[in-house]
């Protein structure tokens, strides 16, 4: 038996790789049909070629990751995580799908370069990818601030971060994303550019949190991850999780909220992003 570790094979975990998968499964039947239509079989080859070819396209066109992020990736791809919870390793269940990946690691890196911010905070940051993909476009007096609950996962990002020449400019507060943020606030704290992507069932409160203190600066930025849920969030409603709904209802409070504008842009699993409107 070889000593090589095969990597993991991600499930789709977006609305476009869910609908890829399907589509694939019925491209299979149907070519073991000669009783279809001609045009309905090839309609649906092509439906199947057209969403599986999108992501690699983005992929091959994307400025490609740095030497550093793309050792984050391998690292966070061939980690046991199912093993690590079962054997209490980490204190809530994680998965490499888990990672923000190539392209909207580069989204958020030009965020940063386009907003010209300088200190961030990051709500939820697994093993750091995003967070160092962030950190390599803030200037050299740049801050990113990384909340994240679970210690292993903290320690892979940590790791990584210090074998990075930008892994300086992150610093990890370890715990509860909320008691985080309330400490964040009390001590004054203020960021340019905030990225969510933690507890789905939290994001209201993250949102509040962010809007009623200082914490987001007068001109900054929030950016949310995972805002379409696997296509959950417009899809019947007697079809969603937990999170599916969560998500959901969060993103009626921000539509409906007349302090800020925003933008759901469907990237991967949905990001959107918000600006707070002055009076």
């Not at 386009?114 to 801050?143: C, H, N, Q, R, W």
């Not at 921000?254 to 925003?262: G, I, S, T």
């Amino acid at each position: 038996m070889s000593g090589v570790i095969a990597k993991p094979i991600a499930r789709p975990v977006t609305p476009l790789g869910i609908l890829t998968k399907k589509l694939e499964a019925a491209v299979k039947e149907i070519n073991q049909r000669p009783d279809l239509p001609a045009e309905l079989v090839n309609n649906i080859n092509q439906a199947w070629c057209l969403a599986a070819g999108l992501d690699p396209y983005l992929e091959e066109c994307t400025t490609q990751e740095s030497a550093a992020l793309a050792a984050l990736a391998q690292k966070t791809a061939t980690e046991a995580w199912g093993e690590h919870f079962t054997e209490g390793t980490t204190v809530r269940p994680l998965e490499q799908e888990m990672l923000s990946g190539h392209i909207e690691g580069q989204i958020l890196k030009m965020f940063v370069r386009m907003t010209k911010a300088k200190k961030v905070l990051e709500i939820g940051m697994f093993t750091g990818y995003s967070a160092l993909a962030m950190a390599e476009a803030l200037p050299a007096d740049g801050l990113l601030v990384a909340c994240e609950v679970d210690p292993y996962a903290a320690e892979v990002a940590q790791a990584a971060f210090e074998r990075s020449p930008d892994g300086a400019k992150i610093r990890v507060e370890l715990g509860s994303a909320l008691e985080t943020l309330h400490k964040l606030a009390e001590s004054g704290e203020s960021f340019d550019l905030v990225f969510i992507d933690a507890d789905k069932r939290e994001y209201t409160a993250y949102f509040y949190i962010l809007l009623n203190t200082n914490l987001l600066a007068p001109d900054g930025f929030i950016c949310v991850d995972n805002t379409l849920l696997q296509g959950e969030v417009y899809l019947p409603a007697q079809e969603r999780t937990v999170n599916g709904e969560a998500i959901a209802q969060f993103n009626r409070t921000v539509a409906l909220d007349p302090r800020v504008e925003q933008v759901l842009l469907p990237l991967r699993d949905g990001l959107t992003i918000i600006r707070r409107v002055h009076p």
